[in-house]
C-alpha cells in the first residue's frame, strides 16, 4: 500500500505558477514509478508527467517546457513545478505511483487537488 498526500494546489493567474506536492507514505526507492495525471470536467484523466526509478520521464506534449517533474528521495515526495499556466490547464491533479512486482501492477492514487487558471 502507498499513501499519497498532495497539496500546493489553488487559483493562479495565466502566466502565474504553481508547484504541486505529493508525499508518499513509505520509501520512494520501493516505487517502480511516480507521477501527476489531471481530469477536467468532462474530460478522461489524462497523464501529465511521470518519472520512473530509472530516471526515465515521460511528459505530455502540451506541458513540455513549462512543467517540470521532480523527486525528493529524502523526503519520499514528487513535486509537479508548473510555469506559465494556462486556462486550459485548470483540472483536478492527481499524484501516482505505480509498484511493479514479479505478477502484478498496482497504481496508488492520491485524492486529487484542484488547480484554476483565471484572471
Known amino acids: 500500500q502507498v499513501q499519497l498526500v498532495e497539496s500546493g494546489g489553488g487559483l493562479v493567474q495565466p502566466g502565474g505558477s504553481l508547484r504541486l506536492s505529493c508525499a508518499a507514505s513509505?520509501?520512494?526507492?520501493?516505487?517502480?514509478?511516480m507521477g501527476w495525471y489531471r481530469q477536467a470536467p468532462g474530460n478522461q484523466r489524462e497523464l501529465v508527467a511521470t518519472?520512473?526509478?530509472?530516471?526515465?520521464?515521460n511528459d505530455k506534449d502540451s506541458v513540455k517546457g513549462r512543467f517540470t517533474i521532480s523527486i525528493d528521495s529524502a523526503k519520499n515526495t514528487v513535486y509537479l513545478q508548473m510555469n506559465s499556466l494556462k486556462p486550459e490547464d485548470t483540472a483536478v491533479y492527481y499524484c501516482?505511483?505505480?509498484?511493479?512486482?514479479?505478477?502484478?501492477?498496482?497504481?496508488?492514487w492520491g485524492q486529487g487537488i484542484q488547480v484554476t487558471v483565471s484572471s
Open positions: 501516482n505511483s505505480r509498484v511493479v512486482s514479479a505478477t502484478d501492477t498496482y497504481d496508488y
Open positions: 513509505r520509501s520512494i526507492f520501493s516505487i517502480n514509478a
Open positions: 518519472l520512473n526509478s530509472g530516471g526515465g520521464k
